[in-house]
C-alpha cells in the first residue's frame, strides 16, 4: 500500500516519472524489511531457551550460507534466463521485441504458482527432513506435482481462451500488429508446458529442503545455457521461434536432472546439522 501511495506522490506530485516509481519501491521495501526482522527479533526473544542467546552464530549462518548461495541462484535463474533471451529478441525488431516483452511479463504471472509450490516443497522438505520422516516427503511431493498439474491445466485454458486480452492489457492500441501477433504466439505456445516448470520448481524445492544443493543447481546452469544457446544459435536459422521452443527445452531438462537425482534417493542421507 505505501508503494501504491508513493508511486502516486512521486509521479504525479514530484514529476519524477520512473525513477520515482524506483525510489518509491525501495523506501516501501526498506521500510517493510525494517518491520520485518523486528517482529523477528521480538519472537526470538519470546522463547524460552536454556542456552545463551546469541543475535549473530557464525557456524549457523555456514549451514545456512550453503543452502542460500545456490538457492538465490536457482531463484534468480528463470528472471536471468528471461533477461538474457530477451537480448536474442532484440535483434528482430521493435515491433517483436514489444511482444514478447508482453508474453514474459505474462509468463512471469502465471509461473507464480509454480514457484510458490517450489518455496512450500522445500520448506515441507526441510521440516521433515529434521523430524526424519522421509515418507511423509515423498507423499508431499505427489500431491505438489498432482497441484502444479491443475494449476498448469486451469492456466492453459486461460491463456489459449483469453490470451488475446492479457496481451492487450500490455500493448496499446498503436502498437504494431507485429506485436500483437508475436506477443500472442509466444503466450499461446508457451502455456502448454507450464506443467514443466511447476515439475521443475517441485523438484528442486525438495533437492533444496533436504540441502542437495549441487544437483540441482548444476540443473539450473543447464537450464540457462540450453535457453540462451537455444536462442541465440537457432534464432538466426529459423526466426524468433526458436526462443519459443528453446524455453520448454530448458525447463524440461532441468526437471529431467532433478528427477533423477530424487529418483536415487540419495538427497534421503544428507544432512546438514549434526
Not at 526473544?45 to 550460507?65: C, G, P, R
Not at 508475436?182 to 533444496?208: C, E, M, N, Q
Not at 533436504?210 to 543447464?222: C, E, M, Q, R, S
Request: aromatic letters at 10%; a positive charge; hydrophobic letters at 55%.
Amino acid at each position: 500500500m505505501l508503494n501504491i501511495v508513493l508511486d502516486l506522490v512521486f509521479v504525479t506530485q514530484f514529476h519524477k516519472g520512473v525513477s520515482g516509481v524506483a525510489v518509491a519501491t525501495l523506501i516501501a521495501q526498506g521500510l517493510s524489511a525494517v518491520l520485518s526482522f523486528s517482529v523477528l527479533i521480538r519472537r526470538l526473544k519470546s522463547y524460552e531457551t536454556t542456552e545463551l542467546f546469541h543475535i549473530y552464530d557464525w557456524k549457523m549462518t555456514a549451514h545456512m550460507m550453503r543452502v542460500a548461495i545456490p538457492s538465490t541462484l536457482q531463484q534468480s535463474i528463470v528472471h536471468i534466463g528471461m533477461l538474457l533471451v530477451q537480448s536474442v529478441v532484440n535483434g528482430f525488431g521493435s515491433a517483436v521485441m514489444a511482444g514478447f516483452a508482453a508474453g514474459t511479463r505474462i509468463e512471469s504471472i502465471c509461473i507464480v504458482p509454480m514457484l510458490a509450490l517450489g518455496n512450500a516443497m522445500s520448506t515441507y522438505t526441510a521440516q521433515n527432513m529434521g523430524a526424519k520422516k522421509t515418507d511423509r516427503i515423498k507423499k508431499g511431493y505427489g500431491v505438489c506435482c498432482m497441484m502444479a498439474a491443475v494449476f498448469a491445466v486451469i492456466i492453459c485454458i486461460i491463456m489459449e481462451g483469453f490470451g488475446e486480452i492479457f496481451i492487450r492489457s500490455f500493448l496499446n492500441e498503436s502498437s504494431a500488429s507485429e506485436a500483437f501477433a508475436t506477443g500472442i504466439s509466444y503466450v499461446h505456445f508457451i502455456s502448454f508446458f507450464y506443467i514443466f516448470i511447476g515439475l521443475k520448481a517441485i523438484t528442486d524445492g525438495l533437492l533444496r529442503g533436504a540441502g542437495d544443493v549441487v544437483v540441482f543447481t548444476v540443473a539450473n546452469l543447464v537450464n540457462l545455457a540450453i535457453r540462451v544457446s537455444g536462442a541465440a544459435l537457432l534464432a538466426p536459422v529459423i526466426g524468433v521461434q526458436a526462443v519459443w521452443f528453446a524455453v520448454p527445452i530448458g525447463w524440461t531438462a532441468n526437471y529431467i536432472i532433478s528427477l533423477i537425482r530424487y529418483l536415487t534417493g540419495k538427497w534421503e542421507r544428507i544432512h546438514l546439522i549434526s
